[in-house]
């Protein structure tokens, strides 16, 4: 059974109890006090120490508050630019995504972790067992997606981990039991997987045509790795929300690589052999 | 649209410069907004990596180039007793280092034996530490042997037993695909990641650390014999002439790197790296060696030489690194790379 | 809440937030509910998914709850009567509102006396006295009523606070009212509620709130297309509409914009007050406002007829109505603190009780600490001199007390005044006393919450060091009084020497038994001390106790009903196993109207109480808030007193006529009907009337609380404050904690880009606000969400500031209050922090 995450982004409100929830019960430091500046989020990103983020992305619309106000001509123009002209948005939008690990299919962290630090549990999630991991820091750059990261102060990596503690005992992520709207589903991937197909085609029903699942392999553009077992329901092109078009694995062309590698030997060994030559 | 909305609109919109103040969010009339991403946070995590990284991509590479040099020596047949030994020194010395320097970069040091726990072939990095313990135990026996031959050990029975147990040629042949293998990976590990600049260029990135690796090994050789005023001068000869090649070979190399990297080797020649690259690689370490081994010879000018080799080729590794961060740290690279065709694909050949 | 209570006769939230789930269209206005009531806004949300709800957000600014709704209104701070205004003329103009409800249950046909006027060119309704500063409301009656008010007119006391309740007011309802059921006279309440809103207009919506006309239609016309039989609309408010000089109005208009469209009573539809702190609800209940006692009875008073038990009995009790039934609850109340002590029949010990004096509501009583008028105070669980008006001038007072006792969990603003604002200690004469106290998780006891329901809590952990809880502190403080003054001979030592005070304890630290508190609260009979089912069984001849009678069955049975945990999938939709909802666990108030005047349901989608002829009762789905046995079709004799004045068609049981008040004859100082005007302090001429404030605003003119004038250019920008999700109130527990402060680490203005670009600002530059109190420097949040609005082309700019920093915690921030005037609403004494004037600056200046 693999269990995962259905992060529905259209009914976030951007109250940041995930965030909360996962580092209280993870017992997780904060990263420090600082204004951002970047509308209402200012620990604006994955870290070792945050495992839940919450992203804030403003457009709200520009609108005169006159009396010759074209109301409708200025609704109008703000479908243009908003997936499926849907009527909701009329008045300007102020989205929010809370992020999290996505869980690859084919995890690229893992791949590359050479202690077997990461594994990939009963759960089917993609889990670093902290006895394991020597910090070596190199599932970070591998990961398409910003997630892993290590903590300077424990060396060590750190991500979500789909709260392997709490699945053991039946109960569901910290995070996802906060959340006041039921934005953070939990549960068996392949259930989550129709209810994202239902939500969608509810979200297209209502005007919005553009809404999309993010992390299943054949729409969301995550095939390169296989897909995600933490899926998003998004409005927006990836990119809005930090999120790669078409992640890949970057250790498909470590084979290619050893085959150039050795053509590469072959061709310095023989120069090299030539300036022996008398 | 109504007259008035319209020019509240232009008036307030659109223009870069229509004295719009930075905002809290990133609007779509604000130029900032074309740029995709969020905020301009990075997408991806950068390597924590420090200067101990390149630091052993460096000894690495001068150790895999002085296998290569040493063993074809040995097997074509040019027996030279300096040579070898320097050789042999060489790779113990560089084997005792690059453990040292990965360790110490490690988060958790003490946990340095954990990378013994599994092999996956698919992790560079787990590659690298195996390859670097058989490549450590080969040139470890061989260096024993060495100092049995030099009467380090002593003359006695002991050393004489070494010298016979230990087959040099044998362990040299052996040893070889290793250290090639510890030199090539080094960019292999690069290459395997999310990072734009080195992704796009895994077909180059293993090939062009090997050449370098292999270019720094002969001018590090040519320069310590020389130093030592060692060797014999057919020796030196080889050398000159190998180096000279394999800079070629580095460079076309570097070349085809560059062509591949496309717009993603921007951060190479930013204004914190190109110094870097473009002086210390590019011109130090490539153009300027060139240029020295093509005149007459003199002791001076090869010792020039080796050294602007040497550090070129130290150059390169830390702008390569040093690159990689500011790759990773761009959002434009990473969403134009990876959103279709240039991240490398499954079906791409090799 | 008067607002709510004058016009439906109970100050609370009418439905329960579940119950927000049946509504087809929800308006939330006056409160940012995703932000503050992050858990509460499910229930919205379930809606819009559910049903196709339309939400509806009507703010200055675009919040976290705006990005939820399907129309966002935006409107200038202090604006609401003009919009809500603009709601009514535009259902009745255009025949929108529910004819036959509005008709039945509500005083629409009822006829107005001859001497009342409306509103004048001014903007002042008759009976405006120029010299007290105040209106006399004897005009504002209905025909036939008697006109010396001053006898009957509400007990102000019942009224105050920014409370729940119903009113102490009595109506002198004698069944026999002039009224005209075609509602065409023109002295009908409805044909002067329509006269009186006729000015307010689409286009007059605009030109005062800003929000275009056509936000203000789509809004107008979600709301007529979601309402009657078979639709409800809900409203939800909270602080963005009481924290006006003129709250009290805004909720009224409101009110009566639900009755005109019949939505009140009816599942899905009603008024959702939303409360602030945990049991907000409850500490106005259980009364600790100054002039109230529990139960909201009126606090006796010097100035009023209550010298005597008698004379406070008799001019409390209504004629007709269920405050008819005050001598049940005032004796039980007396039974439960005096014991055998009081005497019901003859009163004696009441000559000793406490009685008012004046005004001692929080701000008065600030200003005499700073007068040197107050020796001492305790503080239990509120950190004004952050969180308070003019915290400055407040910090001021604390400074001048000699003695100060604070009970807190952390070293709040409050406790450390003595050495705050640069202050020498030395030179501070307050001796402070700071007591460690416990938390909610650290001891047992319940909380009422916005829809009224009580809840309990069971302690979880022991409480750390030396802390306790506040009952251990206030029952130990009380034994030892008791046992200092048990040999007093003095007759004003009686009432300490008779109360009550024998809870039992346990435990090593002997806390009090806040079950047997409870259930004293909930009433018992004085023979056996049996609990009693519910305020039906009280008695006026000291036969039974009852500590808070609209509590009273919370113990019913023995049985704690408050700690009910049934969950909601395990029983029907109103979930009446959950925890206890006061009066009597009905969930929804005056639920009577949820049926036609024939006692059927409206329609079956919207069905909840109806009359069951066979059993001749009223049944359904939730308690009926009704005579149960009543028949639809009963009507009052003339002489009928008590709760045989209320019709069987009328559902607001606590109104002496049983209707709803479109037109307010008694009970409020500032009109019988609201008004738009502008904020005390504000940038622009009132564009409706002369006069500019509303009238009846208490002001405190001295020379430490000066008000910014009207259009004064050295203050041209709207201030408006409120919270963050990611803060509590006066920051005094979140900036304690380190998860919270990484997500809000900073105070910061929220402000226009056009307003910026006039000053230079960019974002998260520093800027620097003030006001003729004070000022503060934070840093700027240029952002789009602050909407412009436009006065004769020029543009009126709103600053936005969050409230909860202060010098204390991990984060630090200037006080924003430091910047707000201390000025009062008429009826409930609440100060103005969501509209007032400043200026702002770029730098730190
Ligand atoms: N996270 C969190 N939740 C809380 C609290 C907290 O501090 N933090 N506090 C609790 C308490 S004590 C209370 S009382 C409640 C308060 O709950 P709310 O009233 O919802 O909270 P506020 O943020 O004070 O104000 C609500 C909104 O009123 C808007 N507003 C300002 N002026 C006007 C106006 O003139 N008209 C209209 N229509 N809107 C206006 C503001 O822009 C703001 O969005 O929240 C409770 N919940
Ligand atoms: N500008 C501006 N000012 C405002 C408002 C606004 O919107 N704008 N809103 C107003 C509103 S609605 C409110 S409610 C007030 C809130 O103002 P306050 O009530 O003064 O503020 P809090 O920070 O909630 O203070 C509660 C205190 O109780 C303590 N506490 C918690 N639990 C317990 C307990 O069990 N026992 C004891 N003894 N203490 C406990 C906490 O540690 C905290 O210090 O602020 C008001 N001020
Ligand atoms: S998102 Fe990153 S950290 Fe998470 S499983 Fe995928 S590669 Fe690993
Ligand atoms: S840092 Fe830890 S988890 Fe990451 S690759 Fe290294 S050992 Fe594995
Ligand atoms: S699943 Fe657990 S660890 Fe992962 S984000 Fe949620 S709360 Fe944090
Ligand atoms: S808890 Fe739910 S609603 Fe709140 S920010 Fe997280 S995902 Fe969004
Ligand atoms: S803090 Fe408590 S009362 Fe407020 S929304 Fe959250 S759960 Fe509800
Ligand atoms: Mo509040």
């Known amino acids: ?278 | 649209m109504a007259d008035a909305t319209r020019e509240t609109l232009q008036n307030r919109n659109g223009h870069p410069d229509n004295g719009r103040p930075e905002t809290s969010h990133h609007t779509r009339t604000d130029p900032k907004r074309d740029e995709k991403g969020y905020y301009g946070v990075p997408p991806i995590k950068a390597a924590h990596w420090t200067w101990q990284i390149p630091l052993y991509f460096w000894i690495g590479g001068i150790a895999a180039g002085v296998q290569l040099f040493t063993t074809l020596a040995n097997v074509l047949g040019h027996e030279d007793e300096a040579l070898t030994r320097v050789g042999r020194y060489t790779s113990l010395v560089a084997m005792i280092l690059s453990p040292i320097l990965l360790i110490w970069d490690l988060g958790r040091p003490e946990r340095f034996y954990n990378m013994m726990r599994v092999w996956k072939l698919r992790s560079p990095m787990s590659n690298q530490s195996w390859s670097l313990v058989m490549y450590g135990n080969l040139s470890g026996l061989l260096a024993v042997r060495q100092a049995a031959e030099d009467g380090l050990l002593g003359r006695n029975f002991l050393s004489r037993l070494l010298i016979q147990l230990i087959p040099a040629k044998v362990l040299s042949i052996l040893a070889l695909p290793v250290a090639l293998f510890v030199g090539s990976n080094t960019g292999t590990l690069l290459s395997a990641t999310s990072v734009p600049m080195w992704a796009r260029n895994w077909a180059f990135m293993a090939p062009t650390f090997l050449a370098s690796g292999v270019s720094t090994a002969l001018s590090y050789l040519s320069l310590v014999l020389h130093l030592g005023r060692w060797g014999e001068e057919k020796t030196h000869t080889v050398l000159r002439r190998a180096e000279r090649a394999t800079i070629l070979v580095e460079a076309a190399l570097i070349a085809a790197s560059l062509i591949r990297m496309g717009r993603w080797g921007k951060p190479l020649f930013s204004k914190e790296i190109a110094p870097l690259f473009v002086g210390g690689t590019l011109i130090g370490g490539i153009a300027a060696p060139l240029a020295l081994l093509s005149g007459k010879e003199t002791r001076n000018k090869s010792i020039l030489t080796s050294v602007l080799v040497l550090l070129g080729g130290l150059a390169f590794r830390f702008a390569m690194v040093h690159g990689g961060r500011q790759s990773a740290n761009d959002p434009e690279a990473y969403f134009s790379f990876a959103s279709g065709e240039n991240a490398p694909q499954p079906e791409d050949k090799v | 809440m008067p607002g709510l209570g004058i016009t439906y006769g109970r100050g609370g939230a009418t439905n329960g937030l579940q119950d927000l789930q049946n509504s087809d269209c929800i308006m939330i206005q006056g409160s940012n509910m995703a932000e503050a009531h992050p858990v509460g806004f499910r229930h919205p949300m379930i809606a819009k998914e559910k049903n196709g709800a339309k939400l509806i957000h009507v703010d200055p600014r675009f919040t976290r709850t705006s990005a939820m709704c399907d129309i966002y209104a935006p409107i200038r701070p202090g604006t609401d009567i003009a919009f809500l205004g603009g709601l009514i003329n535009y259902v009745i103009e255009n025949d929108k509102y529910f004819e036959e409800y509005v008709r039945e249950y509500t005083n629409a046909a009822t006829l107005v006396t001859e001497d009342y006027k409306d509103i004048d060119e001014m903007g002042l309704f008759v009976g405006w006295d120029e010299e007290q500063q105040m209106y006399d409301p004897t005009n504002w009656r209905y025909e036939g009523a008697p006109i010396d008010y001053a006898s009957v007119g509400g007990s102000q006391g019942a009224l105050s606070g920014d409370s729940g309740g119903g009113q102490g007011q009595k109506s002198n309802a004698d069944g026999d009212r002039p009224s005209d059921e075609t509602l065409q006279h023109e002295r009908c309440v409805f044909q002067i509620l329509k006269r009186h809103f006729s000015k307010y207009t689409p286009e007059m919506v605009e030109k005062v709130t800003g929000c275009p006309k056509e936000a203000f239609l789509e809004v107008a016309n979600a709301i007529t297309e979601n309402s009657g039989r078979d639709r409800t609309t809900a409203f939800c408010y909270a602080v963005g509409w009481t924290q006006h000089s003129k709250g009290a109005q805004i909720i009224r208009t409101a009110a009566i914009l639900q009755l005109l469209l019949g939505n009140i009573g009816r599942p899905g539809g009603g008024i959702m007050a939303l409360r602030g702190h945990a049991t907000i609800q409850g500490s106005t209940d259980i009364a600790t406002l100054y002039n109230i006692l529990p139960g909201y009875l009126p606090m006796p008073d010097v100035n009023k007829e209550h010298d005597t038990w008698q004379d406070y009995v008799e001019s409390e009790t209504a004629s007709s109505g269920w405050w008819s039934n005050f001598p049940k609850y005032v004796t039980s109340l007396m039974k439960a603190w005096y014991g055998d002590d009081f005497d019901a029949e003859n009163g004696e010990l009441f000559d000793h009780f406490p009685r008012l004096s004046g005004d001692h509501s929080y701000y008065p009583t600030i200003m005499e600490m700073k007068d040197g008028g107050v020796k001492g105070a305790f503080v239990f669980g509120q950190n004004f001199a952050v969180g308070g008006p003019h915290a400055r001038l407040a910090r001021d007072g604390l400074r001048n007390l000699d003695w100060l006792v604070v009970l807190d969990a952390y070293e709040v603003e409050v406790a450390t005044a003595w050495k705050s604002d640069g202050i020498d200690p030395k030179e501070c004469g307050t001796e402070t006393f700071f007591i460690p106290c416990a938390l909610i998780a650290e001891k047992d006891g319940s909380f009422t919450q916005t829809q009224r329901m009580l809840q309990w809590h069971d302690k979880a952990v022991e409480p750390p060091g030396d802390a306790r809880s506040d009952a251990w502190f206030v029952f130990h403080l009380g034994r030892r009084l008791k046992e200092l003054y048990k040999d007093s001979a003095e007759p004003r030592d009686s009432l300490l020497k008779a109360m009550t005070w024998d809870y039992p304890t346990e435990g090593e630290y002997e806390e009090p038994d806040i079950e047997a508190i409870t259930k004293e609260v909930s009433g018992y009979t004085v023979a056996d001390r049996k609990p009693v089912k519910g305020f039906v069984d009280l008695k006026d001849d000291g036969s039974t106790a009852c500590g808070g009678w609209i509590y009273c069955g919370v113990y019913a049975d023995g049985v704690n009903q408050s700690r009910r945990r049934k969950p909601w999938r395990e029983q029907p939709v109103q979930a009446s196993e959950w925890g206890w909802a006061w009066p009597d666990n009905r969930r929804i108030l005056y639920n009577r109207a949820s049926a036609d005047p024939e006692g059927k349901p409206w329609s079956e989608r919207k069905k909840l109480v109806w009359w069951n002829e066979d059993e001749e009762k009223w049944t359904g789905e939730d308690k009926p808030d009704f005579v149960p046995t009543k028949a639809p079709s009963y009507r009052p004799e003339a002489d009928s007193g008590g709760m045989d004045a209320i019709p069987g068609n009328g559902p607001f049981i606590l109104q002496g006529d049983g209707k709803g008040w479109l037109f307010a004859p008694v009970g409020l100082k500032d009109g019988p009907l609201p008004v738009h005007y502008e904020a005390l302090e504000s940038p622009i001429h009132n564009p409706m009337y002369t006069q500019q404030y509303n009238p009846a605003v208490r002001k405190f003119e001295r020379p430490d609380n000066p008000y910014n004038k009207p259009e004064d250019p050295k203050y041209p920008y709207v201030v408006t404050t409120y919270r963050l999700t990611e803060h509590h109130t006066s920051g005094a527990m979140s900036r304690w904690i380190p998860w919270l402060n990484e997500l809000q680490p900073e105070l910061f203005a929220e402000i226009n880009p056009e307003l910026a670009r006039d000053k230079g600002v960019q974002n998260t530059d520093w800027v620097t606000i003030s006001t003729s109190r004070g000022k503060i420097h934070c840093k700027a949040l240029v952002t789009d969400r602050i909407a412009v609005y436009k006065d004769n082309g020029k543009s009126i700019h709103t600053i936005g500031l969050p409230y909860h920093w202060g010098p204390n915690g991990l984060v630090k921030g200037d006080i924003v209050n430091n910047l707000m005037p201390v000025s009062l609403e008429a009826n409930v004494a609440m100060h103005e922090a969501k509209a007032f004037t400043a200026n702002l600056e770029k730098g730190r200046v």
């Open chain 1, 1 to 278: 059974m693999a269990t995962g995450f259905l992060t529905d982004t259209t009914v976030c409100i951007g109250c940041k109890a995930c965030e909360v929830a996962c580092k209280q019960w993870n017992q997780i430091p904060a990263d420090g006090y600082e204004l951002s500046g970047n509308s209402y989020d200012n620990t604006r990103q994955l870290s070792g120490t945050t495992w839940r983020h919450v992203a804030f992305i403003e457009n709200p619309k520009h609108r005169r508050l006159t009396g010759d106000v074209d109301l409708v001509a200025l609704a109008e123009d703000v479908r243009e630019q908003l997936p499926g002209g849907a009527e909701l948005d009329a008045l300007g939008r102020w989205t929010f995504m809370s992020d999290v690990c996505k869980h690859c299919v084919e995890a690229p962290c893992q791949q590359a972790c050479p202690t077997g630090a990461i594994i990939r549990n009963e759960f089917d999630n993609v889990y670093i067992q902290p006895d394991i991991c020597n910090g070596c820091g190199y599932c970070v750059p591998a990961c398409p997606y910003g997630v892993i990261t290590q903590v300077p102060e424990d060396g060590r990596v750190f991500k979500c981990t789909l709260c392997y503690d709490r699945q053991r005992d039946g109960m569901e992520p910290a995070c996802a039991k906060a959340c006041p709207t039921n934005s953070i589903m939990f549960g068996e991937v392949e259930e989550l997987k129709k209810v994202a197909e239902e939500r969608i085609t509810t979200l297209r029903a209502k005007g919005y045509s553009q809404a999309y699942v993010y992390g299943t392999p054949e729409v969301g553009g995550t095939g390169g790795i296989g897909g995600n077992h933490s899926k998003f329901i998004l409005l927006d092109e990836p990119e809005t929300y930090n999120l790669a078009r078409h992640p890949f694995l970057p250790q498909a062309k470590v084979r290619g690589a050893f085959v150039t590698s050795a053509i590469a030997a072959g061709v310095l060994g023989a120069v090299v052999a030539l300036a022996f030559r008398d």
